[in-house]
């Protein structure tokens, strides 16, 4: 038997409707079912069958997440293959929200939404929802060192945090969103958003850059810290998750000093998490 | 703890010494390693140094396969994390070799090579090599249903093929090179280029090309036959491999009839492997 | 003076109204304008405002497209680098349109629409629009040399073609828009799509394949023809565009027997398309 | 007429022998030429020919810069096209070169390494020789508004420079090399290196670390005055240049504030700049 039989990178446009908005949402998608070795050849036509009748329905039927959609793709991806005894559903697309600049100036910004299911066997359907957040790191450790070096140790004036490097920095969230539980994105964006040692703004006059700077550096982290911090807000904002939700959380920094990048990961529960606090 | 913290897209020459000839690979390489509650922060600098303490090695000391400098380089790792339960070392580099064309005469081809390497606990060390080959796949279910629907299954001149689309198709394999075994990288181009509907030539000549076309359209494949060959030559060439050895195979196909592609894997043991011809 | 400063890698969503229609496209932008050596920098938050009024623009005064909107930038620009004689916009955006597939059901299938507008001294403004769109071509060269070589030049069955490579060909056109002139990115996508040897679809049923293979084998093409056939059905389709319009057409062939592409472009003139048929 | 018939992505390895070491650099190359309208189809094999003979040429005949071979390859397009009244040539490769750290410590770091070459009618063959360098800036608006907003103006401890954004910038510098001229790649890359706020390194132990962080910030830069350094190095290091001589220089940072890149280019002769200075 193969392990996974499908399609990759088919682009189709979804609606989702939440709070009585409708947004479109302009997906990529890959979605796969297993194969037994007495199949020769899976049917390629049905995955895109699949697809279209869950997108269809979300046309019709209004929908609240596209965790859903990537469910109700997964099961149209069992019915049709019915000898399949596992589908998964990968799913991501531009995303963009209105947030409040440093000065408290609404913006729109871009981010990525993403959201995975996996069916397999008859132990029902997993489905995840994540978010793509770019942000930007201060560095704690040169700016520790660039202290012990230059400063002697005296404090600056009006206790301004002296200099490190800082660079861009991408982040992302899964959550896995159990039957009868719901996960928004909006939050997990506000999740990683504060995560980081400042949030990025598309547009910024001179002193809201200072802002951003000073806010960066008063909050100087590793990209170990970015994970670490996603992951404690994110228990805050979740309390009634029950503990055998996965998550999976990583921070990858394009090192300013370096030319490749720094990179942190945690895949737990949040049973895990609750207990290591 | 984090599950994953290292450094990505760090890029380095590397020196393989087979058969008496040297070759210098271009790689570029993610390492990881795992960080417990107790620390934190992972020393990145350090990553930096056990690749070029495996690298350098690699100058005085000469290596026979870049999955040995990706051991080297994981075994550097958990010396230099001493509180490091896991490290993972991923390599992957362009690479060249002679092929024979269609009409004989020797070019050289252009492949991708890859390492993995990861040590867990006192698990010892696991380490994959594997290779990367861009192939050609004709379909065989539109073969067949041009042949139904304009032949009346009437056999074509000299037995000539029926049209039917092709395309690009990109395959990898990695197998588990267990201690003291050996695997070849150039075995495994071998055994992937010859599991396409034809092996692709960066030159052609109007004969070769149709030798190539006609070739190709004999022996039509679906993505998920290619992935089956690929096992199928694997089993034949290394039948003295153990039967725990782990291998992964991947076949896509950049569909010429779709703006999608079509995508079939296998992930298994070479037992699996045994157990179900 | 710097002959380009701006920014890169905007993202933005923009609303297009066109026959009483609304479209919300996810724009990918960069913007530039040039520099005096009298400035020491260009104020880069002022090509943000400039996006973001074009922008906020399209939502209260509908705009009929985006070579409009890229106008307007263009515009915007200009005016807010009072210092500049010259300034530059580049627009691509995923879009989706209904198409016919080989038995008539419409499908959605997915293109990329792009605009540029360029502003240089008291020249006024030329804005461009353009598609890029996927399809397939059938190689005439290779399916001859098989005619010759296997066929004995004896004709097929039910004149059926012989075989020969295919593969999937990205090509894109982009085309001036005079001040009062009009031209529709979906009748630009028409044109592009019917100079492949076929189009692409994202779901065929089994006749609906053999169709697009009879086809694509029945009208093969070379990327130079690709190109050419792409700049007649534009001749034929806008005859009272003015000499002076701009055209520039491309055809890249992901080549299946070979690891590398194919590629055909021209840069030209109405006029000069004219006087060359 | 066809402006550009060609074929794109071709990967081969070339040897260069400068100062008696020979590299072998893996190549992407872009090969093309025009087409005149009495031509059905440009013989695309024929590119490949002409890029095998100028690299096996380079084995045998020691080549002193890849601007030579893709000189060689564009007069053998030439050749080959009997037709052609153009040709064109582009050839990127990934390039090592060893270079001190901060603190001394010699350590290989990565760029790519460029060059084209352009034939046209009879005006002889212009050849062009390029790096890109990834560096880093530090931004000295952020740095001005941060002293101003937050310092009252007064001076730091110890003249230690203030906080601002930094961040991962690439530079590209392309100069056409004229007959019986010489530009040694190398010293584009100290060029290049040079005019950011700090180079970047692939090891830096702590102290190393705050050096660099020092560096940056007594060196503030825009995207804008990397390109107007890199061009005031590049007239010292080649006083001898003809006036004539092309350059084209490019500046784009990875801004850790926002969510887009910074971008500066500035396209012009040698005659140009010295006029300017």
């Known amino acids: 038997m193969l392990s996974r039989v499908g399609v990759t990178g088919v682009k189709k446009p979804v609606v989702v409707t939440r709070g009585g908005r409708s947004t479109t949402l302009f997906c990529t998608l890959d979605v796969f079912v297993d194969l037994p070795s007495t199949q020769k050849g899976s049917h390629l036509s049905r995955n895109l069958e699949a697809i279209n009748e869950a997108v ?19 099961r149209a991806l069992r019915e049709k293959h019915e000898y399949s005894t596992f589908a998964e559903v990968h799913l991501i697309a531009d995303y963009f929200l209105e947030r409040p600049g440093p000065s408290g100036k609404r913006n729109l910004e871009a981010f990525k939404i993403m959201a995975d299911a996996i069916s397999r066997n008859d132990d029902g359907l ?23 070096q230059y400063c002697n140790n005296v404090t600056m004036e009006g206790d301004l945090p002296v200099i490190s490097h800082n660079q861009r920095n991408v982040a992302t969230l899964m959550v896995e969103v159990p039957e009868d539980c ?3 994105a909006n939050d997990l964006i506000d ?23 000073l806010q ?3 909050r100087p982290k590793f990209v170990e810290d970015v994970v670490r911090t996603m992951l404690s807000f994110l228990l805050e904002r979740y309390p009634h998750l029950p503990d055998g ?4 959380v990583r921070s990858e920094s394009e090192e300013s000093i370096h030319k490749h990048n720094a990179f942190a990961e945690r895949v737990a529960t949040l049973g895990d998490l609750r207990n290591s606090r």
């Open 56 to 74: 269809s329905m979300s046309m019709t039927e209004p929908i609240s997440g596209i965790e859903i959609v990537a469910a109700n793709i997964c």
């Open 126 to 148: 997993k489905k995840m929802i994540g978010v793509e957040v770019v942000g930007m790191t201060a560095c704690p450790c040169a700016m520790e060192t660039v202290r012990e």
């Open 182 to 184: 719901d996960v928004e």
């Open 191 to 213: 999740v990683v958003e504060q995560s980081f040692s400042s949030a990025t703004y598309e547009v910024l006059k001179r002193s809201d850059e200072a802002k951003v700077v």
């Open 216 to 218: 960066a550096h008063q």
């Open 245 to 248: 939700v996965q998550v999976t």
